[in-house]
């Protein structure tokens, strides 16, 4: 049985997918609440105490600093970087045999055809519009669960469980 799927690398997609990982944006929102609460202690601080020096600004100040660098970091730098990537409107296609699955790139950029076993899947996780098919614990192949030519998505859903270990497969 043979699977084939087309996939456009578009940055709509890949901010998808970057956005899967949300667990380590919780971490950075308990980080950014930590800062802003140790910043009202200081104002609060100040006002109750009625002492209005200038280095009692510093924390305040390096509060500030650090929610700012916080959020530039991590949600606005990676959206500017996806969106001057080389490797946005890469179209690449993926074809599942019985042994391995082939991905083939071709664009003016990028032309490459990987031939890789199953056994060098990280893990298999499904979104609400792609499938993404792990090489390491973050790097991924992105399916487009829209662009089958050869089979469909419940199909390769199965197939793959039968491939792989139950613990690599996180399908919904």
């Avoid at 100040?46 to 200038?54: A, C, R």
């Avoid at 973050?138 to 030519?149: E, H, M, Y």
């Amino acid at each position: 049985m043979e699977f084939s799927v087309v996939t456009e690398y578009n940055y709509k997609r890949r901010v998808r997918f970057t956005d899967y990982y949300s667990t380590h944006r919780v971490i950075l929102w308990v980080l950014i609440g930590i800062f802003a609460l140790y910043g009202i202690y200081w104002i609060r601080d100040m006002i109750l105490n009625g002492v209005w020096l200038y280095y009692n600004l510093f924390p305040l100040i390096y509060c500030l600093f650090f929610i700012i660098l916080l959020v530039f970091s991590y949600f606005i730098l990676p959206r500017i970087r996806l969106r001057k990537s080389d490797a946005n409107n890469l179209t690449c296609t993926l074809t599942f045999n019985e042994d391995a699955f082939v991905m083939v790139t071709d664009s003016p950029l990028v032309q490459e055809n990987s031939r890789i076993s199953y056994e060098q899947i990280y893990k298999v996780a499904e979104g609400k519009e792609d499938m993404y098919i792990f090489l390491t614990k973050r790097n991924a192949l992105i399916v487009d669960k829209s662009g089958f030519v050869q089979g469909d998505e419940s199909k390769l859903k199965a197939f793959l469980s039968t491939k792989l270990d139950k613990k690599k497969i996180r399908f919904k």
